[in-house]
């Protein structure tokens, strides 16, 4: 990035968005496609500027362009929502995996959930799995719990207990509600692991600390058994 990008990038980070904008946006105009991608996202947020979702998709389409993964990502989210442009769920699944292959790891998450569920693409387990498994593997902790689910029930990948537990266990290790959760159930059915009463109460009593329902209905069956030792 050049020097004047750093400076308007400086301006947005002390507050002066008018400022920041009019100098990205100059820089926009030259061709630089991270001012490209600012400038489209502060007219998406209305930040220095008056929000304008028909010009935020023009400019994050001109800094998609030239491969500039936040835009790739961003005009993905806009043609699912159809925010600025009408809705286009296969133009969303395209931009999804070409930010995917720039490195953005949210674009690697919903070209997943997009390919487990159908939805823009045609239904691929495998290519999901893959997809979550990579954003995973950079610390997702939504992409960690669901590669887990997939390791656990066997879709898209061969079903193994133990990189359930383990993918489960990383999620939940970053405070994700539905990893505890399913950690506590693996230990609560003996899933992959040694049957464990007490772990299972300590991941549940996470999850439901952390507003998960289902946790408590694990909690008050152990305790309905007696298992519970207070």
């Known amino acids: 990035m050049s020097r004047y990008f750093d400076m308007a990038a400086e301006l947005y980070q002390n507050g002066d968005k008018i400022s920041a904008f009019n100098a990205f946006l100059e820089l926009a105009i030259d061709g630089d496609a991270d001012a490209q991608a600012m400038v489209a996202y502060m007219l998406e947020n209305g930040e ?12 994050y389409q001109r800094a998609a362009d030239q491969g500039q993964h936040v835009a790739l990502f961003n005009l993905g989210q806009m043609y699912r929502s159809g925010k600025g442009c009408p809705r286009n769920e296969e133009a969303a699944f395209e931009m999804f995996v070409k930010a995917s292959r720039a490195g953005n790891i949210h674009a690697m998450f919903e070209a997943a959930q997009m390919a487990e569920a ?23 902790a939504e992409a960690q719990n669901c590669i887990g689910a997939m390791y656990q029930e066997g ?45 299972a109460l300590e991941w549940c009593r996470k999850a439901a600390h952390a507003g998960h329902e289902k946790a408590r209905t694990i909690i008050r069956r152990l305790q309905d058994e007696g298992k519970i030792v207070f």
């Open 155 to 199: 879709q898209g990948v061969a079903q193994d207990y133990e990189k359930a537990r383990e993918w489960y266990e990383k999620a939940a290790e970053q405070g994700h509600p539905r990893a505890m959760y399913n950690l506590g159930m693996l230990y609560d059915k003996g899933w992959g692991v040694e049957q464990n009463s007490e772990k």
């Open 118 to 140: 159908g939805a823009g693409t045609v239904q691929n387990l495998q290519r999901a799995a893959n997809w979550y498994e990579t954003a995973a593997q950079y610390g997702h």
């Open 48 to 59: 220095g500027c008056t929000q304008n979702l028909e010009e935020a998709f023009g400019w």
